[in-house]
């Protein structure tokens, strides 16, 4: 694993989230402490995390002239890039978005707002038309969006912009490479006008966002103030209650649970934090100049008996894979996109029933809400206070009885939780009993709550 683009990080969580885990600071009641928070519909989150891709402009062709400048007797810099497209076509986003979208597959994608200084996204980019650039937006807005966070991966993902100029400086040394920036102990406040610059860019496309990328070894010296720098860019450009951000790779048996960091109480009293979504894998496709051999076996063998995800399916923990967009197109052989396609379908033939996709951002808001949601059990009661809806809220309790008549009592409504006949059926407002327990799941809305049951 590449370890110059990433640095491994360990958070202390381990195993399935269980209430001891997630909601101990606030369960109570007989019993509180034993109901097991599982994950959304009792199945294996999986995601999709791409970086380094942006609207049309070839990232892998222009950035490699810029890091061989900087990095001049790096070999790994000199390459033909001369040779590569300059372009990674609108007509590959839609093959890729489509397919994506038939097979259920969500993640997180990049867009580089100024990628490699070609030219902004909300302005011009020289070599494509503005006609050019407007569609290749609008193909992300109407065709990424719903199923991909949007992500930008810093304002260049190269050389670092002045932000009183706006113009990157001309230093080429690695104290002005994105890549490894800042080496200064900037402060929060700097780091996240840096953050917000980027953002804007994005707002300016119309592209939503709730988190940001760090490309390569960005924020390495500031780590400790990365979070909340993230939290106060994303809040001031975007307004998200709940942004997120993705630096980490985790590997071995280290946890891929997110991590809640930057904590603290917001004015009204509602728990706040920035959430840091981990990904579980190297790039093993194409790499992030899509030049490499892909070894999708590394993630998933074509029977699914092994690889890095279905390690992870099996521990029950999220599941993120991690590619760069330039290795997904190849220079033109897509020989990375049909790799990723095989552990797809490989995925899918044996665990299908049994994982989920989901966008980064509805992974980490997921753990976010098991951990902030408060819990009390009563006779024939179970009273819930979440700070933050929780979509797919599942969670086992135990008892050898059936709880006849279950029902979600919220803002006046009642809605029944109807039995299905298998775990594998479960979705919102439905619930498995087993022989010693009771699997539920109810899309939980923020606020005050009450699961019943009564003859």
Known sequence: MNQDRRNFFQIAASGSLAATAALGRTASGSGADQIEVLPPRDRVPLSFIIDDSTC?????????PQFAATYPNRKSYQQPWQDWPDEIPDSFVREFGTWCAEHGVKGKYSIVPYPACVGWLDRELPGWSQKDLQQSLKLVRELMVPNWDIHPEMITHTRVIDLETGRPFKDNSPAHMENSYPQTAVSVDYLASYLAYALRILKNCDLPCEGITTPGGFGNLVKDKLPQAVFEAVRDVYGSPQPHYFKYIVEGNKSTL?????????????????????????????????????EPNRYATEDASAGRM??????????IMLCHWPGMYCNGSL???????RVVKSIKARFGDQTLWMKISDIGKYYAAANYTKLVIQDQTIELNAPYAWPRMTIRIPTAS???NLRLESGGQVTPILPVN???????????????????????????SRLIWSS
């Open 310 to 319: 279905i390690e992870l399916i099996q521990r029950r923990e999220p599941a």
């Open 402 to 404: 059936p709880l006849p």
């Open 56 to 64: 049309l402009v070839n990232m892998g062709k222009f950035c490699m």
């Open 258 to 294: 997110p991590k809640l960091e930057a904590e603290r109480v917001g004015g009204n009293g509602t728990p706040e934090c920035c959430i840091n979504v981990l990904a579980g894998t190297g790039d093993w496709f194409g790499g992030w100049e899509g030049v490499q051999t892909s």
């Open 422 to 448: 298998s775990p594998l059926q479960l979705k919102a407002f439905t619930h498995y009993r087993g022989s010693k327990s009771l699997t539920v799941c109810c899309d939980l809305p923020a606020g005050k």
């Open 335 to 341: 020989t990375g996109y049909r790799a990723f396609q």
